[in-house]
Structure formats: structure tokens, C-alpha cells
Nanobody
Framework: QVQLVESGGGSVQAGGSLRLSCAAS????????MAWFRQAPAKERERVAR???????TYADSVKGRFTISRDNAKKTMYLQMNSLKSEDSAMYYC???????????????WGQGTQVTVSS
């Protein structure tokens, strides 16, 4: 049974920073592509960033240069460092996992419960 637990959300002023964490429970963590998604009220879910098992990262254009995704395979934990936050970054942030360590044609079958990020201007 795969479980994903996010933490680190909160409220911050524009220009500030937050670091999200996602602790995973699967046995073969390195077999999984990991990603962060977000969804704001009345908006579609957006993939913010994803990372392969060897650490290759891909970002949405909206966060490039401001957010950094990383993972610690030994700790089975993924992170999202968010800097220079903007009000439009406010959303529920979800951790997701897909089987396929290279993140090619994967389906995100496992999701965390989400952590709220609120950025005030």
C-alpha cells in the first residue's frame, strides 16, 4: 500500500519562501516518478514539477526559476522549495507518485491528501 503524506504548507507574504515535503511509504521508492501538483479554487489541476528517480527535474513555466524539486531516495522523501512566492501560487499542493522511474508516459496513481499554501500580497 502506497501512502504519501505532505507537510510544510502555510501562509506567507508575497516574496517569501516555503518548503514542502512529501514522505512516501512504498518499498521500491526509486521505481517511482514523483511529482507536485497544485489546484486553486475554480482552476484546473496543474503539474508544478516532476522528478525522476535519478533527480532529473521538469518544471511548469509558471514556476521555473522560483521552485526547486528534489528527492532523497534514502529517506523516501520529496521536497519542493518555493521561493519568490506570488499570490497566484496560492493553492492546495499535492504530492503524487507514478510507477516508472523515468517519468515517461506515466499515470499518477497515488496521491497525498494535500497541503494548503496561501500567499498574501
Amino acid at each position: 500500500q502506497v501512502q504519501l503524506v505532505e507537510s510544510g504548507g502555510g501562509s506567507v507574504q508575497a516574496g517569501g519562501s516555503l518548503r514542502l515535503s512529501c514522505a512516501a511509504s512504498m518499498y521500491t521508492y526509486t521505481a517511482y516518478c514523483m511529482a507536485w501538483f497544485r489546484q486553486a479554487p475554480a482552476k484546473e489541476r496543474e503539474r508544478v514539477a516532476r522528478i525522476t528517480s535519478d533527480g532529473t527535474a521538469t518544471y511548469a513555466d509558471s514556476v521555473k526559476g522560483r521552485f526547486t524539486i528534489s528527492r532523497d531516495n534514502a529517506k523516501k522523501t520529496m521536497y519542493l522549495q518555493m521561493n519568490s512566492l506570488k499570490s497566484e501560487d496560492s493553492a492546495m499542493y499535492y504530492c503524487a507518485a507514478a510507477y516508472g522511474h523515468r517519468c515517461i508516459n506515466v499515470n499518477y496513481d497515488y496521491w497525498g491528501q494535500g497541503t494548503q499554501v496561501t500567499v498574501s500580497s
